[in-house]
T-cell receptor
Framework: AQTVTQSQPEMSVQEAETVTLSCTYDTSENNYYLFWYKQPPSRQMILVIR??????QNATENRFSVNFQKAAKSFSLKISDSQLGDTAMYFCAFMKLYSGAGSYQLTFGKGTKLSVIP | DAGVIQSPRHEVTEMGQEVTLRCKPISGHDYLFWYRQTMMRGLELLIY????????DSGMPEDRFSAKMPNASFSTLKIQPSEPRDSAVYFCASSFSFWDQETQYFGPGTRLLVL
């Protein structure tokens, strides 16, 4: 079974600054995807970014980027130029692919509560 | 596109009552997932369907929970009888297998409170 660990229950950052959220995972699989989802106070789950394990290049989406270290099983999220609207819970998630039990299921970490301070 | 639609958004019921949660996936999506979110257990997968067929229901907590998908545009999650420990936010998500299948799009969730 896969596990996802987010070791920082809460973090805060000043507006316009940069913050990095940590995520580690444990799996014996070679083909998988990793995701970061954002959950603002509205409770909606919003996809922030995704990373294919077979790609060495780190994914980026505007102000959001990841540092994917496959050997270390680490997948951190960097938010640059933090904005007040970034205040939310952030969940790291793992998805096994292609065959066998558990394929296409998301396994979530416990989340990191990020507060952006004006 | 309207996105994944869930109803009701909020439900308050008394212990022992039947609760039915509803989900309409994004049109054309062939995977549908039901998740439950609680403070204690976080987000956990309950069951998922592919082409209306249940593929894995190992996350369904007990026989009081059941899910159906009678057609490609509708799914229900039923709890009968409900218990206070079922109080949680229930999310439905969908994805499309022919491209971008790895990305699940979530509905707004149903917040359930069982008294």
């Amino acid at each position: 079974a896969q596990t996802v660990t987010q070791s920082q229950p809460e973090m805060s950052v000043q507006e316009a600054e940069t913050v990095t959220l940590s995520c580690t995972y444990d799996t014996s699989e070679n083909n998988y995807y990793l995701f970061w989802y954002k959950q603002p106070p509205s409770r909606q789950m919003i996809l922030v970014i995704r990373q294919e394990a077979y790609k060495q290049q780190n994914a980026t989406e505007n102000r959001f980027s990841v540092n994917f270290q496959k050997a270390a099983k680490s997948f951190s999220l960097k938010i640059s130029d933090s904005q007040l609207g970034d205040t939310a819970m952030y969940f790291c998630a793992f998805m096994k692919l292609y065959s066998g039990a558990g394929s296409y299921q998301l396994t979530f970490g416990k989340g990191t509560k990020l507060s952006v301070i004006p | 596109d309207a996105g994944v639609i869930q109803s009701p958004r909020h439900e308050v019921t008394e212990m022992g009552q039947e609760v039915t949660l509803r989900c309409k996936p994004i049109s054309g999506h062939d995977y549908l997932f039901w998740y439950r979110q609680t403070m204690m257990r976080g987000l956990e997968l309950l069951i998922y369907f592919n082409n209306n067929v249940p593929i894995d229901d190992s996350g369904m907590p007990e026989d009081r929970f059941s899910a159906k998908m009678p057609n490609a545009s509708f799914s229900t999650l039923k709890i009968q009888p409900s218990e206070p420990r079922d109080s949680a936010v229930y999310f439905c998500a969908s994805s499309f297998s022919f491209w971008d299948q790895e990305t699940q799009y979530f509905g707004p969730g149903t917040r359930l409170l069982v008294l």
